[in-house]
DNA sequence: AACTACATGTAACTAGTTACATGATTTA
DNA sequence: TAAATCATGTAACTAGTTACATGTAGTT
């Protein structure tokens, strides 16, 4: 459900069309929250009908301009403060670990050496993003460079481990 | 499409039984590959029909014994060797920390407080189930520790970071 | 005889994906 | 006037969840 917790905070600072927020979900969100456009713009017509924002506006094109309503604010409120984050639950890198006694060591040490090469690789990707980023500013980009610092760790975490895994293979 | 992957990994050490197939999954794949009883059951009649598995024995009960078919180890190695791993894609912990601003300073922190608590509570969780694992062998408990490894990382990372993000705040 | 564990199956629903469809306005 | 961009909508499909349903075999 938190497809409709991200239009809500998005929304929340300041009206939207669904074509912008499309946008915004590809610039900023794309990493932490992807959004297609057919999953969104259905989803702004349920939650119109759920009574969290509305129509403010219609522009040329058939354009619709939503904004929060009270309701609307304090589910983003509650979720931010009294739901507890999802756990992250799937993980197919990991589930291949638990089957690499199938394969040869030596396919077992490039599956983790590709790992390993992959993190080095998205982490030097997000380390220019962040380059990028410097320039910018506003709310979004300063906490988004909080969230950026996370996939710094979390790339550099992956890096480590595999490298780590290989060596406790030679056992 | 990984359950099934998870699946033929699972058989490929040896037959099994949807029912034993879903204790494994409680046991040993709940923390990267959960799955409930009906998707198991269901993707089982499917994989069959495609040929990656098929019934080799019926038991007592309408228990029904799977096997793994030459076409099914082919799809794991393929998947194992050739198929790269799916990204991280959505993060709603991280989602909330966009909308940060929505909220007062103390309740921000707040949040990252949270966060880091409860990173450290799973962490020492973990812990605890390592060393349960101590004590058993064979192979899905030594690959299976070498995945904990990584949830261990994965927990500081969380921790580290929420403290981190935290005093990035007061600025 | 009652209880527990074994064992499978199905239905209804939600979230998300890809692809198709349509048309209006702006800009080169 | 052609192309790009703006703008929304819908259909078909896949994966996963919760809840319901049913019956058998072994244990106390």
Redesign the interface.
Known sequence: M?LR??VL?LL??GPSSGYDLLKTFEA??A????ATQSQLYGELVKMADAGLIEVIAEGPRGRKEYAVTEAGRAE??H???EV???R????????????????TPE?AR??LRR?QD?SAQLYAQLEKVREGLRAEDG??A???D??L??GL??HA?NR??AE??SA?LKD
Chains 1, 2 share one sequence.
Do not use: C, I, K
Not at 31 to 34: A, D, H, I, L, T
């Open positions: 938190s917790h991200a905070g929340s600072s900023s969100l990493n932490v929250w992807p983003l409120q979720w931010m403060t507890e984050p999802e992250l639950r799937r993980h197919d890198m990991l589930l291949r670990v638990f089957f690499l006694n199938r394969l396919q490039d599956y790992q992959r709310d979004l300063r906490y988004g909080v969230a610092e996370w760790r979390f975490l480590d481990w780590w895994a406790q």
